[in-house]
Structures are given as C-alpha cells and as structure tokens.
C-alpha cells in the first residue's frame, strides 16, 4: 500500500514538469517554424534576429523546465548555477572563436559600418557585400568569387565602405611637367562626366622627380555599377588625353632627350594663365558624412544654449511670456529630435546630400 502510495505521489509531481515539456516543445516548435522554417529564403541577414529570438526562447525554455523539476528549492538553484557555469564554460573554452564571432556580429547590427550592397575592402579583401550571417559576412569579390569572412576578422580591422547610394570612383595616373595642368584639369574633367560621374574633381596628388601625379574622382549615382564605372573612367581618360596629343607616362619611367642647352622645362604662358575652378570642392564630396556631423553636432548645440536662455528667462516672466516660452522650448525639443534621427541616419542622409547636389 505504502508502495502504491510513493508511485502515486510521484506521478502527481511530475505532472508540472512533464507539462512544462509539452509546453515548452510546442512552443519551441512552432516559433521555429514561424520564425525560420518557412523563412529560409530570406537569407542570414534578415534570419539573423529570429536566430537570435530562438536562441533567447530555447534558454528560457531550459529554465522553466528546470524550475518545473520536483526537487528542493536549493537544488533547484544548483542546477541552475551549474547551467550557467556550463553555458560560461563552452563561450570561454570550447567554443571562444564561435562566441567572439557572434559578439562581433552583433557588435556590427549596432554600429551598421556597412549594409548589403555595399562595397567593402577590410585587408587584402574587396568586394559587395551579399550576406550577413550570425558568424561571418559574405562578400562577392571583383572575379565573382564568393568570400567568406569571419565576423571577428572584420572587427579587428579597418573597413572601408562605398555606399551603396553613391561611391566615390577615382582614377590614378602621372603625365610630364611639359603638361600644363590647367590644360589636363579640363580633359580629366570632360572624361570624368563621359563616364557618367557627377561632382568631379581633379587633385595634383604628387610632383614627382619626373612626372606629375594627378587624380580626378567623380560621384556613381548607383555603386552597383562600380566595377564598369572605373573601367569606362580609364578609357575616357585615354581617350582624351590621347586625343589632345597628351602622353600618360609610368611613375618610374625616365624620358630622356636631347635638348638645346638654353631650353627650360616650364610650360609656355604658365604665369599668366588664370586657374580654372573645378566642377566640385573635393572636401564636400570627400568628406560629406563628416561635414553632416559636424553641421548636426553644432546645430544641436546652438539649440541647447537657446533652450537654456529660455529657461533663465522663464523663471521671472509672466504667466503670458511663460506660455510661449513653453511652445517655444517644445518647438526645440521636435527640431533637437529631429536632429537626432539625423545623426543616427548620418550615412544615409549624407548619401541624399550627394544626390541633391547633383
């Protein structure tokens, strides 16, 4: 009897725990198949916070299971303390490159340094980004080759991004001190816009022993375009220069030629010739992201230093100025708003700067 007794109340015991179970697997179950299953072609990118949600509702499940369990309140929490130890001990031991990696991709959902679509160059990698994994990022390199990086490798160093809404596309070469560089600044241009570049502009990047370094750069409305871009830049460029009777020469090339005594290396007129002015200032399209913040940073201030005027004010006005001040300082605190989803967005707004421009 005392026998039947035991079996009995055991079995009662367990009721909650083998219904914590069948609670915790169905609903394990069917967020899996809302979230994923019938997600999958969505791609890591977007499966990667329902990724994160499974992995959050599988941890909560564990526990409720373990707080279902007939068993003494105390060792209830031992078992809990030895789950966290280890869940701490595979992060830190077993699994440190998978946990370093899954840090470093959420560390990149906060910071956003790029999107999908971008192009990217981290090391000796360049590339348009094609997906966003829990542990590493895929890029689709100039072959055509799909790259794999893991997420901590492009945390540990320096990513350069062309945005998707606009990169900057720029071509290097060296001409003779012959060349008036009021001559080349306009055939560097008119190739730059036969290219389908918008903002131009021309830099002297080097005055070499013998050759002068010039770059010009222009903005690509669309960045998917890259690759063609820079090849049809290059053959513009020869063919201007080429077409004005104007020789490219190699940075370590040495042009030597018999010449008169009395002959001088200075172009002819080149003190009375007036600069052109270029299509662009390179600083506004270089630089734009970071003449955004600074113009946001300092509006912002402007606008506390009002605010704290106002509320000085306020402290002796009437019930009449009170009230305006009132509107006024709410007026202010819409624009500080506004100012603030500007900075969050400051990559995406600079991106509509250079379209405005154009």
């Known amino acids: 009897m005392n026998l039947l007794t035991d079996i009995?109340?055991?079995?009662?015991?367990?009721?909650?725990?083998?219904?914590?179970?069948?609670?915790?697997?169905?609903?394990?179950?069917?967020?899996?198949?809302?979230?994923?299953?019938?997600?999958?072609?969505?791609?890591?990118?977007?499966?990667?916070?329902?990724?994160?949600?499974?992995?959050?509702?599988?941890?909560?499940?564990?526990?409720?299971?373990?707080?279902?369990?007939?068993?003494?309140?105390?060792?209830?929490?031992?078992?809990?303390?030895?789950?966290?130890?280890?869940?701490?001990?595979?992060?830190?031991?077993?699994?440190?490159n998978i946990f370093a990696n899954l840090a470093a991709g959420v560390l990149m959902r906060m910071t956003r340094p790029f999107v999908l679509g971008d192009f990217i160059s981290v090391g000796?990698?360049?590339?348009?980004?094609?997906?966003?994994?829990?542990?590493?990022?895929?890029?689709?390199?100039?072959?055509?080759?799909?790259?794999?990086?893991?997420?901590?490798?492009?945390?540990?160093?320096?990513?350069?991004?062309?945005?998707?809404?606009?990169?900057?596309?720029?071509?290097?070469?060296?001409?003779?001190?012959?060349?008036?560089?009021?001559?080349?600044?306009?055939?560097?241009?008119?190739?730059?816009?036969?290219?389908?570049?918008?903002?131009?502009?021309?830099?002297?990047?080097?005055?070499?022993?013998?050759?002068?370094?010039?770059?010009?750069?222009?903005?690509?409305?669309?960045?998917?375009?890259?690759?063609?871009?820079?090849?049809?830049l290059y053959k513009a460029i020869l063919d201007g220069l080429h077409g004005a009777g104007i020789e490219i020469m190699s940075p370590t090339i040495m042009n030597q030629r018999p010449v008169p005594a009395e002959q001088v290396f200075i172009p002819a007129g080149g003190g009375y010739r007036q600069r052109r002015a270029q299509a662009a200032e390179a600083e506004a399209v270089l630089f734009d992201k970071a003449e955004l913040a600074q113009q946001l940073a300092e509006r912002k201030a402007q606008l506390s230093e009002q605010a704290r005027a106002l509320e000085e004010e306020a402290k002796g006005a009437d019930a009449e100025r009170k009230a305006a001040i009132k509107a006024q300082l709410e007026r202010m605190r819409e624009q500080r708003r506004e100012l603030d989803a500007m900075t969050e967005s400051g990559g995406e707004a600079a991106g509509a700067g250079q379209a405005g421009r154009s």
Do not use: C, W
Not at 172 to 178: Q, W
């Open 124 to 232: 000796e990698h360049f590339g348009r980004v094609a997906e966003r994994g829990l542990f590493d990022t895929e890029i689709q390199s100039e072959s055509g080759e799909l790259i794999a990086l893991p997420n901590s490798y492009l945390t540990s160093r320096p990513i350069a991004t062309l945005r998707s809404d606009g990169a900057l596309v720029s071509a290097e070469l060296s001409l003779g001190y012959d060349a008036h560089h009021a001559d080349i600044e306009p055939l560097l241009l008119a190739a730059a816009k036969a290219s389908g570049l918008q903002d131009a502009f021309v830099q002297l990047l080097e005055l070499g022993n013998f050759a002068i370094s010039y770059r010009v750069s222009g903005v690509l409305p669309e960045a998917r375009g890259l690759i063609t871009a820079r090849s049809t």
């Open 8 to 96: 009995a109340a055991a079995a009662l015991a367990s009721i909650p725990l083998l219904l914590t179970l069948g609670l915790v697997t169905l609903v394990l179950a069917l967020a899996h198949f809302l979230l994923i299953r019938r997600n999958r072609d969505l791609g890591n990118e977007r499966l990667f916070s329902r990724q994160l949600i499974m992995l959050a509702l599988t941890l909560i499940g564990l526990v409720a299971v373990i707080l279902a369990l007939p068993v003494s309140e105390g060792a209830r929490n031992q078992i809990i303390a030895l789950l966290g130890l280890l869940i701490s001990g595979v992060f830190a031991f077993s699994s440190s």
